[in-house]
């Protein structure tokens, strides 16, 4: 009987003990999530996307905000210093990066999400781009990121995201990124990652429909700044001048410059100029009322909670269908 109870006690025992001690380590709820810094609204978005409550994740920009011309604040650079990882758009949309990341000593854990993209180049850009040998030589290895990654250039097109098929890139380069910082969830990553690459997919097929509605001659882009070289390459549009000649904000068009673009809108019948929320339109409402065209309002650089491009999908199809609406 004593033998018996002794058993018992010790099977207790033994339970008590199983519980109280598992065999693998636990993650306390809210402890050891990576803490990742994202620059601009998209791009927040895409890494939420990938990693879902895995990360604990901020965005830089605030809504509606120019990412070509914002300046950091002393919190800011105290939140990427704080960070494990930062991911930005790089190819020069953040022309404020350099300089936060070396106040923040934050170079080396910052990833720029375009990596691996080749870039588009403005026209003035392209007889460097000849006279280089190295670029002739990684022509040939073009067919790997390594090889692409030598055409990185930073007077390039930085607005890849409004073409989805490069958000594609980015989101593998999310999930990688990620998966090496913290391997325990790699797996989530990589599902996360498939799952919104079908979604890129399938926005891309939508929008290959909607153009479908404008008639092949009208399918010309005027915008405040070059930005639309991606989706017009994708979707066969032809960006046919800007009020800002550069692929910045920061650009500013001389008088002789805006009398061309007005001679070009004229010449070409173009119907309409679009401006990205983000953007001081007075250049382009002038513009626009010179030459009798309309003014449309884009969401190009930030998403906004209040409106319908709280996401990057809802986004682009927010600016196809405006696009569609004013050439069709
Ligand atoms: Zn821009």
């Known amino acids: 009987m004593r033998y018996v109870l002794r058993l018992i006690l010790l099977s207790a025992l033994l339970t008590w003990l199983i519980a109280c001690a598992p065999l693998t380590p636990q993650p306390q709820p809210g ?7 994202a620059t601009t609204t998209i791009v927040g978005d895409v890494v939420a996307n990938v990693a879902g409550d895995a990360i604990e994740l901020s965005v830089l920009l605030p809504s509606g905000a120019d990412p070509h011309l914002f300046n950091p604040t002393p919190q800011d650079v105290a939140k990427v210093s704080q960070a494990d990882l930062v991911f930005a758009n790089g190819a020069g949309l953040e022309a404020f ?21 080749q870039l588009l180049e403005s026209a003035s850009h392209a007889h460097e781009e000849a006279h280089s040998q190295e670029g002739e030589h990684s ?19 930085p607005h890849v995201w409004l073409d989805p098929n490069l958000v594609k890139v980015w989101v593998q380069n999310i999930a990688r990124v990620l998966s ?12 996360n990652a498939e799952a919104y690459t079908a979604q890129l997919d399938e926005l891309d097929r939508w929008i290959r429909q909607e153009v479908e509605k404008i008639p092949a001659e009208n399918r010309l882009l005027v915008t405040d700044h ?20 550069g692929f910045s904000t920061l650009a500013e068009p001389s008088a002789q410059e805006l009398a061309q673009l007005e001679d070009t809108i004229r010449q070409y019948g173009i119907k309409a100029v679009f401006v990205s929320k983000a953007v001081n339109p007075d ?4 513009v626009a009322e010179d030459t009798g065209v309309k003014l449309v309002f884009l969401h190009a650089h930030s998403l906004d909670q209040s409106s319908p491009a709280n996401t990057y999908l809802n986004l682009m199809r927010y600016n196809v269908s405006a696009i569609v609406e004013a050439l069709k």
Not at 139 to 157: L, M, P, S
Not at 181 to 189: E, F, G, R, V
Not at 283 to 286: I, K, N, P
């Open 31 to 37: 402890q050891a999530k990576l803490r990742v810094v």
């Open 97 to 117: 990066l350099d300089g936060l990341l070396e106040s923040a000593g934050a170079k080396e854990k910052t990833f720029a999400v375009s990596e691996g993209i």
């Open 139 to 157: 022509h040939e290895a073009e067919h790997g990121h390594e090889g692409e990654h030598a055409h990185r250039h930073g007077e390039g097109d």
């Open 180 to 191: 090496e910082k913290d391997p325990q969830n790699a797996s989530l990553y990589q599902r």
């Open 226 to 245: 070059l930005m639309f070289g991606y989706f017009a390459q994708r979707y066969g549009f032809t960006q046919v001048g800007a009020v800002l000649p």
């Open 283 to 286: 250049l382009a409402q002038r």
